[in-house]
């Protein structure tokens, strides 16, 4: 059973650099054809993605948000992370890691998703 759990500060100070970590289990994050991801949902709006990163490494990012987010893997801890960088009240929601499962096989694209809970992130001085 593939789990994905959150983990990281409820609270983060204007201007300051937001880290959230997301341990996998069930799967390995070398996986391939996994983009392990991070979304978010601020209050009355909708899902945003924010970013992700690939079993090559290859680290993808939302263009209106691409020079703040970064995300990190760490294969010896099965975990990946996401930094977001100078924080602005805007930045408030819930965000969640998702393993996006997406690859073409025998001629079918084949796409699945587990999401992790969630985390609540309030930004304040």
């Known amino acids: 059973q593939v789990q994905l759990q959150e983990s990281g500060p409820g609270q983060v100070k204007p201007s300051q650099t937001l880290s959230l970590t997301c341990t996998v289990s069930g799967l390995s994050i070398s996986t391939k054809f996994y983009y392990w991801s991070w979304v978010r949902q601020a209050p009355g709006k909708g899902l945003e993605w924010l970013g992700a990163?690939?079993?090559?490494?290859?680290?993808y990012s939302n263009p209106s948000l691409q020079t703040r987010t970064s995300v990190f893997r760490d294969t010896s801890k099965n975990l990946f992370t996401l930094q977001l960088t100078a924080v602005t009240p805007e930045d408030r929601g819930a965000y969640y890691c998702?393993?996006?499962?997406?690859?073409?096989?025998?001629?079918?694209?084949?796409?699945?998703?587990?999401w992790g809970q969630g985390t609540q992130v309030t930004v304040s001085a």
């Open positions: 990163i690939d079993s090559s490494d290859n680290a």
């Open positions: 998702v393993a996006h499962f997406d690859a073409v096989i025998s001629g079918h694209r084949q796409s699945t998703d587990y």
